[in-house]
Each structure stands twice: as structure tokens, then as C-alpha cells.
């Protein structure tokens, strides 16, 4: 069987290593854009913070381990058209210029996403960025080393993470966010709050609610103009979000409104002979049973190697997901898993919202370290519908479990009760997440704690 696979990065390399791992046999051709494959785009904040010294560490695989596999690997190639109906792709040699025409058994989507790049007058000024891959990472690293001032424009995971980075390296930061409160995706307003005041607490300029609308630039600074104030900085970054790279399939399989690709649990298309993964795909997911677009590379590896599974015969489904993601910001740890309040009570859900401040473990022990808590829950089922952590302490792990609540439907009496460990040097005889579950028991009355 011929499979090709356009994209390689989380879910291209993913599909690539199962194929081949189990069916060796097979004929596996990759056709990538870049140069490289399999870049770790979470790690660009790591390496502008020196955590990581490397850039080239941000790199799992290479073209040349899945040559070792015995895949087809042509990189700096574009798929510029696909033919559905002919099994067809037409491929660009970008370094030659040459095109051919390659024909498939089963065609892999794994195109990704692209930045979106907001229509403001200006945007592909000199000493305006995007932050989206090794390229990008290297002209903002190789940039920021001269440059004194940086203003980030947006307010999501990578803009937050970017602002630390910096103001950690001696940089002056300004962070310019509109429309929407920090990682309003992730977490609601209290938490927000809190994020915003850490960075600002750290030397951040926070310009919230202010929309960028126009750049100028001169070989030295950056003019942003939004709708209240003019700011002026050495390098400007722009990163409001991701949208599908799906513009070849348009006409030709099932898309979702937002042009996200719609997938059935065995990773299908609605072209029997196309599968795909990874950021152009729509997840279900579980707080909703919906299709929601959630570009995280946890989930793009989790698809490709469902893909792997399946392409040959339908073998496992995917479970959903709840989009469950941390961040690591001056040292604390910023976790969350499905609905925030807003985002369950806009899709229809009778929600409340449990909030809880405890230490993690005794007051007795030498030390311990208060987390900030919200439990999001459906009052007419008491379902977890999703959860928010914050703190010194490393509560990633927590939001794993929340998540797994979640995936099984529990109740906050469930939460409440469950089985967890008990010892001083860990938590109390109620592990925090217990009480936070008591916490949603007691404000819905049914059991006081």
C-alpha cells in the first residue's frame, strides 16, 4: 500500500513512526515544506529564556530516522494541489522548481496550522515577527539579542510565555492584548487576573484591552498604533492564535466552519481514502461532545498515532480529549482542563464554579504552599465540566487527574470521595482536590462538609 503524508511535524512524524513500526512493508512518502520535521514549538520561550541552550534541541526526530524506517522523506517540497477524485498530489520541488504529480493509496493530512495574522496595515514591516517555527524562533532569537524593548501583541499561552522569557533577560516588555482577557481560553477572569498580575508585578507593561490597528517602523523601533494609545518598541511579536492549514481540501472533504477538518473516531475523513491529524483536525471534545479546534501538540501526537493504528483496518477509536494544558510562569505552575465558567455557560450548561484557596499539606510541616482552585461543574448532572490551578507548588499533575474526571463523567461527590494517598509529606487526610470537590458539595447543599 502507498501512503503519503503531507506535513510533518507532531502528527506527521507520529503517523510515519506507527506505520512503519508495524507494517514496515509499506510504501511511506513525506512531503514537507521546511527543511526540518518535528519542531517542538512550545520550546521557543524555553530557549529565548536560556532554560534551554539549543535551539536544535527543540527537535525529536529527523528526516533522516524516519529515512531509517524506510520512509520516502522529501523535504522543502509543497503539495500544492490534491486531486481526490484521481488519488492524486501535484508537488513542488521548492529548491529545483521542478513539479510532478505522485499518486496514493491512502492520502495522510497532517498540514498543521498557521498563525493568523491579523489584517492591521504594516504587519510585514521590518522588526514585526511571527512565532510559529524554527525559522520564526530563529529570527526572533537572533533579533532580541540587539534589541532592547519588545512588545508582544497577544494574550494567549505563547504571547504569556513570551513576555516571561523576556522579562526575565533584561528586556523592557510590553504586552498588548485585546478583546479577550489573558488565556481567556484556558482559565476565567480570577485567574487572569492573577496572570496579569504577576507579570506586571515582574515588570511587565500590560496594555490590555487595547486592539492593535496599524505598525510603522523604521530601522531602529516599531510604532504600534491601537485603539487608544500609540506605543513604541525595537521589535514587535506577533501571536494571536492558529487557524487550519486546510486551503487544498476546501470542496473536497468535510470542513468544519472555522476550516478545521472533520475526522470520525478512527481519525477518517469523509473521503474514505483520507485520514489526518494534528493541528488541521478538529478534536471531540468531551466537556461538549462536540467538535472543537484545539491545536496542542498532546493531541496531535495522540492522532497520528491513531492514524497509524487505523489506516490499515479500523482497530482503536480515539477517546476525545479535554484540551487539558500548564504553563510555567516565574515559577509557578498555571494548569487547566476543559470548559472555563464563560466557555460552559456559552455552550448552553447550567454551570457554577467552585473556588477553593488551601495549602497543599500541613501547616505543621516545614514548609507547604497555598494553590488557588476552580472547579467548573454542571448543576442540573453536578458533572465536572472543567478545572484551574494555580501555584508554587507543581499541581500539572492534577490537572491530569481533573482531566481523567472528566473523560469518565464523574460528579463533584465523586471528586469528593475519591480514593486518594495520604501522608503529611504529601497532602492532607482530604487531598486539596477532595476539598475542592466538597467545596462544589457544600455550595450546591447537598452534603456539608
Do not use: W
Request: glycine share 6%.
Amino acid at each position: 500500500m502507498k501512503v503519503i503524508i503531507i506535513g510533518c511535524t507532531h502528527a506527521g512524524t507520529s503517523v510515519a513512526q506507527q506505520i512503519l513500526k508495524t507494517h514496515p512493508e509499506t510504501a511511506v512518502t513525506i512531503y514537507e515544506r521546511n527543511n526540518n520535521i518535528s519542531f517542538l514549538s512550545c520550546g521557543i520561550s524555553l530557549y529565548l529564556g536560556g532554560t534551554v541552550k539549543a535551539l536544535e534541541d527543540m527537535f525529536y526526530a529527523t528526516p533522516q530516522d524516519l529515512k531509517d524506517l524506510g520512509a520516502q522523506v522529501h523535504t522543502q517540497h509543497d503539495v500544492y494541489k490534491i486531486d481526490v477524485a484521481k488519488k492524486q498530489v501535484l508537488v513542488e520541488d521548492l529548491l529545483s522548481g521542478r513539479k510532478f504529480v505522485d499518486q496514493y493509496d491512502k492520502l495522510v493530512i497532517t498540514t498543521g496550522s498557521v498563525p493568523v495574522v491579523p489584517p492591521i496595515q504594516g504587519v510585514s514591516l521590518p522588526n514585526i515577527l511571527i512565532c510559529k517555527d524554527y525559522a520564526d524562533a530563529t529570527k526572533i532569537a537572533a533579533t532580541a539579542r540587539v534589541k532592547k524593548h519588545i512588545a508582544i501583541i497577544g494574550g494567549g499561552y505563547i504571547g504569556v510565555e513570551l513576555a516571561e522569557s523576556y522579562s526575565n533577560t533584561d528586556h523592557q516588555v510590553t504586552l498588548i492584548n485585546g478583546l479577550h482577557p489573558l488565556l481567556s481560553h484556558y482559565v476565567d477572569t480570577d485567574f487572569s487576573e492573577k496572570v496579569a498580575a504577576d507579570l506586571a508585578a515582574h515588570g511587565v507593561k500590560l496594555k490590555l484591552n487595547e486592539t492593535a490597528l496599524k505598525f510603522d517602523s523604521d530601522e531602529q523601533h516599531v510604532y504600534i498604533q491601537t485603539d487608544q494609545a500609540e506605543h513604541q518598541a525595537d521589535l514587535a511579536v506577533i501571536c494571536v492564535g492558529f487557524r487550519p492549514k486546510t486551503d487544498l481540501l476546501v470542496g473536497q472533504i468535510k470542513l468544519n466552519q472555522d476550516g478545521s477538518i472533520h475526522v470520525d473516531r478512527y481519525m477518517r475523513t469523509s473521503d474514505p481514502n483520507i485520514y489526518a491529524a494534528g493541528d488541521a483536525v478538529a478534536v471531540h471534545f468531551n466537556p461538549t461532545q462536540e467538535d472543537a479546534y484545539t491545536p496542542l501538540a498532546t493531541n496531535a501526537v495522540r492522532q497520528g498515532l491513531l492514524v497509524g493504528m487505523n489506516i490499515f483496518q479500523p482497530t482503536l477509536p480515539d477517546i476525545g480529549t479535554q484540551a487539558t494544558s500548564a504553563l510555567h510562569l516565574y515559577g509557578k505552575t498555571l494548569a487547566s482542563t476543559g470548559l472555563t465558567l464563560a466557555r460552559a455557560q456559552s455552550h448552553g450548561f447550567t454551570a457554577a464554579v467552585a473556588s477553593l484557596t488551601d495549602n497543599y499539606r500541613p501547616e505543621f510541616m516545614p514548609s507547604t504552599t497555598p494553590i488557588d482552585m476552580r472547579l467548573v461543574y454542571d448543576r442540573a448532572t453536578h458533572k465536572i465540566l472543567g478545572g484551574q490551578l494555580y501555584s508554587e507548588y507543581d499541581v500539572a499533575q492534577s490537572a491530569n487527574l481533573l482531566s481523567v474526571c472528566i473523560q469518565n463523567e464523574n460528579t463533584i461527590e465523586q471528586l469528593a470521595f475519591v480514593d486518594m494517598l495520604f501522608s503529611p509529606y504529601y497532602d492532607r487526610p482530604f487531598n486539596y482536590l477532595n476539598q475542592l470537590g466538597l467545596a462544589a458539595m457544600a455550595q450546591e447543599s447537598a452534603v456539608k462538609p
